[in-house]
Structure formats: structure tokens, C-alpha cells
């Protein structure tokens, strides 16, 4: 089908003005057709067969030293994905209010969560704001607690008008208590990157992806803290922000692989998903980027092992790097040297898990090297399953040989048993805790773009009303998006990922003041 059958002229200008191409939307098109290859799994990822390292500790106190040592002249730099409301905490106290009407015959069986919820209220470290919240409009929160009228008590807390939890980004809502103090995850991160990300010029620099309708109360938020941590932690802060690009959108299609309008005629598009966050990550200078999720912060009495780890992970990188850039270095100034090649082989092969194809060619194995090791290098956290095996750490199919990549289940054809098999398998699951490296050994920034697999994106399905919606993500930021890059896998302490997925996970005890 030709462009101009395909595409109104008003469509042609829609599609430029988002910064996208018509070809590239064909192309989203094309994959809704085609649908996203699955990944082959070879095997898990296991610290039986090598392929998650388990560090004792000799290796942690070695680690740590390397990160004492080399990050001494490093710019260091926090990423977080914080993007997207908290609606999805608060799934079922939406639900509840919007169907409870004073009435249930067993309210412990029908709204489970929901009374967790309620019986612990006093426990949030939001609770005095609901009860100033609620004051305001002289309505006293006891009262309509002790008669049973819930659903205002969790609309003053969720209503945009009121204290709009439902609304504002995870990033700003009251997680930790600390006395008469609470802390929101942003808060959090700040103290957190203080601890380990912080340069030798003095500052803690960390950067945020927001939703443009998020950014003003980040820049408000930010204001209001900033002077007080700095002087809290005796350091200078430094918070940029950016926003997903609108060009990393992708087209929403029909049932039949069609593209979606409005009411008023024009084409639909959808975010592109946390893959699309690779265009932010891109633009971020830094020697060391630590990445983590916005929701995944503990008080200050239980950040010691997400503290350790960090540096352990980041100290094994610039180790790793460093001896990277030197065979890189060497091999450059000593194109022919037959023992250095086979040294730098050894070395790709045992420390980075690199598949060095044979070859008898001494400029073949020159340039395989070369290209093989000229890469951004990421070092990932591992934490034990607890539960079903979901998605993790995979040795999976490239080319000829093998590749570490972190793979979801959605990728994974769970129809066939062979795969299925080698999912199960699996011992650890990635807790978006990672280490990057994006600098090359001349100190420039590699184009991460270069070094991801485009036929790794997702594609989901939605019902809206009659109407069957077919969204596409991206490669995923840590999955198909960093596909070409040199991947460590490191078991870390389960206690180091403490994720806040519902609302009632503030509940549990290591979010709770002690």
C-alpha cells in the first residue's frame, strides 16, 4: 500500500509535527502485521553456570575499593524513571469508591485491600495531610471513620480537587515517615544518591524523566527541598528533568492492523514505553549512570545494603572498563601483536562473556575485538525469585554464539516446552537495578541508539468499549534497548529492591518508621 493511500495529506503533517516520519509509522504498522519475533532462550542466567556472579566477601571489599579509587575523578549521575501518575497504587481504593455505596454483606471478603487499607490509615506517613485535607473543608476524619463513610475519606485523598494522590506522580506522594517528618521518593533518591553518587566537585546530580503535566509540581517540589537537603547533607544538588520525546510515540492500531482516529479524524498515538526512555538516557553525560526505579526507596534505617551495592556494582564496572579500555588501547597501537589478541580474547571471553567467533585471520580477530569491546557496558543487580519465575536473566540466541540480555516472559514462547522448560529454570529476576557505563575509552559518549535491537519491542492488546486497541512499545530500556551492550549480571540482597506497586506495600516493614 502506497504512502498517499495509506495517509491523508492532514495525517502526512499530523505525523510530521510529532517528529516522526511516514515511513517510520509504516514500519509500527508493519510490526503490528508481522507481530515481534520471541527471543531463543539458550539457558537461565544461573550462579551455577556463570552467568550471575555471586561476589563473597573478599570480592564485595575488593569491589568497593575499586569504586573508592576509580570513581575519584568520575562524573557520577542518578537516572530515574518517573514518569506516569500513581493511579495504578491506589487500583483498588478507585475501584471501591466507585461502586461502595455504605453497604456490604462481609466488607473483610469483598474489599479485602481495601480494609487493609482502612485499618491502618494512621500508618501512612500521608495521614495528618488527609486529616488537614479534610479539616479544611470542616470535616472532621474520625467521624466519617467511625460511621462507616469511607468512600469520602478515600476521595479527599485520591480526588484531584483534594490531595489528587490519584493523579500526582509516584515521585511526590508521602512514603516515609520521620517523626514529624515524611518523605516523598524523591527525597529519598536525593539522600540515597548522596551516599554514593556524589563527584568529587561536591555535587549529587540526578536526573528524572516526568510527564509534561508532572513537571511543574517536580519544579515547585524541587524548589522547596532543594536548600534544605544541601544543607542537610553538606552537598550541592543538581536535579535536571526531561520528558519521554514526542517522536518515540507509537501509531495505535485496530483489530485488523488499521491505524486508530479520534472522534475527530486524526491518527492515535501512544507512548512508546520505558524503551522509549533511551533517547533521555542518551543525552545524559556521565561517567557512571545509576539507574533505578522511582518506586524503589526505603528510610534511612534500611538503606545499608542498597547503599553497598550500589558502590559494588559500580566498582566492578569501572574495573572492568578500565582493563577494557587498555586491551582496546593496546590492540590500536599494536594491531599485529598475535599474543595480545589472544590475551584480549581470553579476557572478553572470561570476564565480559563475549562470544569471540574463530578465526585465523589476525585483522578479522583485530576487528571482531574491537567492536566487540568498543561498547556501553552495564553491570545489573540480581535478586533471588521469590515465587513464580517471571522474566530475568537469559543466555539467549545472537547470531552464531550466545548474549546475555535480560528478557521478559512476554518475549519468551511459553507455547513451545523446550522454552518453557528453560524459564522455569530460572533462579533471579531483575530488580531494575543498574550500573551504566556510556562513555568510550576516548571519554566520548556513545549514540546508545547504536546498540539496540529493534525487533525486541512488545506489542499489547486493549479492549475500549466495542473496540479492540493494539499498542506498540519500544524495546524495552533495560531489555532490547541495551541488547547490544557488555552485560554483567550480579546477585545482590533481596533487601536492596523494596518496590511500592500498591498502596498498602507502604505497609510493609520496611517502609514503616521505627
Known sequence: ??????????????????????????????????????????????????????????????????????????????????????????????????????????????????????????SFAFYNDLRTEMARASLDIDEYMQRGDYSTVINFLLKEQYLGYGSKPKALLKFHRYGSLQRTPLEEHIVEGASYALSNDGKVRLHFTVSPEHRTLFKKKISEIKRYYEDALGVKIEITLSEQKHYTDTIAVDEYNEPLRDDEGHLVF???????????????????????????????????????????????LLDLQRHTFDYIRRIKQSPTDVHLLAEAEQFASQQ??????????????????????????????????????????????????????????????????????????????????????????????????????????????????????KSQELPGLWNGAMAHWITIFVEVPLATFNPVKTVNDLLRKEHMER
Not at 520471541?38 to 539457558?43: E, S, V
Not at 569471540?356 to 567492536?371: A, D, F, H, V
Open 352 to 469: 565480559l562473556g563475549i562470544h569471540i567467533e574463530p578465526t585465523s585471520s589476525t585483522k578479522q580477530r583485530r576487528e571482531q575485538l574491537l567492536k566487540k569491546l568498543n561498547r556501553p557496558i552495564r553491570v545489573c543487580g540480581m535478586v533471588r525469585n521469590q515465587g513464580e519465575p517471571g522474566g530475568g536473566p537469559f543466555f539467549v540466541k545472537e547470531g552464531n554464539g550466545t548474549s546475555l540480555q535480560i528478557v521478559e516472559s512476554a518475549q519468551i514462547n511459553r507455547k513451545d516446552a523446550a522454552q518453557e522448560a528453560i524459564l522455569q529454570k530460572s533462579t533471579h529476576f531483575n530488580p531494575v537495578d543498574l550500573v551504566c557505563g556510556t562513555k568510550d575509552y576516548r571519554g566520548r559518549r556513545f549514540d546508545l541508539r547504536a546498540f539496540r535491537d529493534p525487533a525486541t519491542g512488545f506489542i499489547s492488546k486493549k479492549s475500549k468499549g466495542a473496540v479492540t486497541v
Open 270 to 316: 501512544r507512548p512508546g514505553g520505558h524503551g522509549a526512555l533511551l533517547e533521555n538516557l542518551n543525552e545524559c553525560n556521565a561517567d557512571v549512570i545509576f539507574m533505578k526505579n522511582i518506586d524503589n526507596v526505603v528510610p534511612d534505617w534500611d538503606k545499608h545494603s542498597t547503599i553497598v551495592y550500589k558502590k559494588v556494582l559500580a566498582g566492578l
Open 1 to 122: 500500500m502506497k504512502k498517499k493511500e495509506l495517509f491523508s495529506h492532514d495525517d502526512l503533517e499530523q505525523i510530521a509535527a510529532h517528529g516522526l516520519t511516514a515511513d517510520a509509522v509504516e514500519q509500527q504498522i508493519e510490526n503490528f502485521r508481522k507481530g515481534f519475533p520471541k527471543m531463543t532462550l539458550i539457558d537461565a542466567a544461573t550462579i551455577a553456570n556463570g552467568g550471575i556472579r555471586s561476589l563473597d566477601d573478599a570480592a564485595v571489599s575488593q569491589a568497593l575499593e575499586h569504586y573508592a579509587t576509580l570513581a575519584k575523578d568520575k562524573r557520577l549521575l542518578k537516572f530515574v524513571p518517573a514518569s506516569g501518575a500513581a493511579s495504578r497504587m491506589f487500583k483498588e481504593l478507585f475501584a471501591f469508591s466507585a461502586t461502595y455505596y455504605g453497604v456490604a454483606g462481609n466488607f473483610a471478603k469483598e474489599y479485602p485491600e481495601v480494609q487493609t487499607f482502612l485499618e491502618n490509615l494512621r
